[in-house]
């Protein structure tokens, strides 16, 4: 599934900290992103429906997760960035990432792994 840019600013914030109610989320993004609570919640719903993320109570509070991690995010629109979209029928050069404010040394590994198929070290 190829994610929206908003989309996508949501899970960072969500994987960033989580789990958040929407106000929370909205003070988060609304620098970057210059939307109105509205936005912010209509956002969340279509989220909702396309299983991005969960949503769940605490203390009486609609709070939201995401429903993947990040690497299995970030890996599967990687794949279809290079598979379908480069047409690439190889390794995907996750090396590219290092230095990458989003993952860090862990989840490169993990995100190679799953897109190329390498083995844990042990």
Known sequence: MV???SEMEVLKALWEKSPQSARELHDALSTRT???????????ERMRGKELIVRTESHGLAVFAPARSKVEVLGDSLAHLFR????????????????????????????????????RKR
């Open 34 to 44: 210059g939307w109105a609570v509205s936005t912010t919640r209509t956002v969340l």
């Open 3 to 5: 994610l929206s840019d």
């Open 84 to 119: 379908e979209v480069f047409e690439v029928p190889g390794g995907v050069p996750v090396s590219a990432l290092t230095g990458s404010a989003l993952l860090n040394d862990d989840e490169l590994a993990e995100l190679d792994r799953m897109l190329n198929g390498r083995k």
